[in-house]
Structures are given as structure tokens and as C-alpha cells.
């Protein structure tokens, strides 16, 4: 995972990614295989096991989609906002972990070099995303207040180191 003082990307107007209504794929959600991972973007990652954190939604009914993954552990979990730490394989971003061939990576957009995934495809000047790749989306990634900047197609799951914003007086 990659960590440190940048933005997380929280795209503005791109669609969710969901999975028949299981939600949108989370990187660091609990797993028991890549297809869990709602993403061609996340891998599924034994047998690294860590503990998780997990509560159950109040919100979500006994009516829920049998399509979507279910733990045991979840159903004696508490619900939200009340934890419990659980042992499981998480999700992990395919791109920031180590690689041995282009696949490693994800989808598209991304090459493996010397064991790291590197960004393969330049930051495309998009309108919205349905411009962009599958699953990327449409956003100025280090937008500042009064600077009027373009959009442009980024990857799910990205985080960047944005500078400060300039004074503006």
C-alpha cells in the first residue's frame, strides 16, 4: 500500500463500481479470492493474513444478495460503529504491490519493470469517464481552489502527493 502525506483520490463523477448491489470494490476489504475484490484492480492476498476490522451495516437487511461474499465471522459481528478485529486475507491494490509480468499489474495502464508495476499509459485529458479505461476515472487528481486545471483519466485506487496550494491573495 502505498501511505504518506497525499490525497487519496476520491473521484467526483465517476460511476460506482458495484457488483450485484455487493458495493464497490475496497481496497483492504476482507477476501477469499480475487473475484471478491470486485476489481481488476485488486488482488486477493493470502496467505499474508492480517487482522481486519469489521462491523456489520445496520442498514443492510436479512433480504442480502447471496451473490455477495459473506464471512461467518460477520454474521456474530457487532453492528456499526461498534468493531471487531477479525483474521483474513484483504484486498490489495495489483499496481503497488511486486510483479514478475505485465499481468501482476491489472487491467491495462500499468507495466511491470524490474519487479515494480509502472505506469504505462500518460495522464489522457478526459470530460468525463467514460473517456477513460475501464474502471479509471475523470478528475483533476491535486485540484486547488481558483486554479482551473484539466481533467484527466487516472487509475482506481491511486493516491497522490499533492503540494500545497499557492496563497492566494
Known amino acids: 500500500m502505498t501511505g504518506?502525506?497525499?490525497?487519496?483520490s476520491v473521484p467526483p463523477d465517476g460511476a460506482s463500481d458495484t457488483v450485484s448491489d455487493c458495493g464497490p470494490p475496497m481496497e483492504l476489504a476482507p477476501c477469499r479470492g480475487d473475484s471478491d475484490c470486485h476489481s481488476a484492480y485488486l488482488v486477493c492476498v493470502p496467505p499474508d493474513y492480517v487482522g481486519v476490522t469489521v462491523c456489520r451495516n445496520p442498514d443492510v437487511g436479512a433480504t442480502r444478495n447471496p451473490a455477495c461474499l459473506s464471512y461467518p465471522e460477520l454474521a456474530t459481528a457487532p453492528l456499526c460503529p461498534t468493531t471487531v478485529k477479525v483474521t483474513s486475507a484483504i484486498c490489495e491494490v495489483r499496481y503497488q504491490r511486486p510483479c514478475t509480468m505485465d499481468a501482476d499489474c491489472g487491467a491495462i495502464g500499468f507495466t511491470c519493470m524490474s519487479g515494480r508495476c509502472e505506469r504505462a499509459l500518460a495522464s489522457t485529458p478526459c470530460n468525463s469517464a467514460?473517456?477513460?479505461p475501464a474502471e479509471w476515472d475523470c478528475y483533476v487528481p491535486c485540484a486547488c481552489p481558483g486554479i482551473r486545471d484539466a481533467k484527466v483519466?487516472?487509475?482506481?485506487?491511486v493516491e497522490f502527493n499533492c503540494p500545497e496550494c499557492p496563497a492566494r491573495f
Not at 4 to 8: E, F, H, L, P, R
Open 4 to 8: 504518506g502525506a497525499g490525497a487519496s
Open 153 to 157: 483519466c487516472e487509475p482506481p485506487f
Open 130 to 132: 467514460s473517456d477513460c
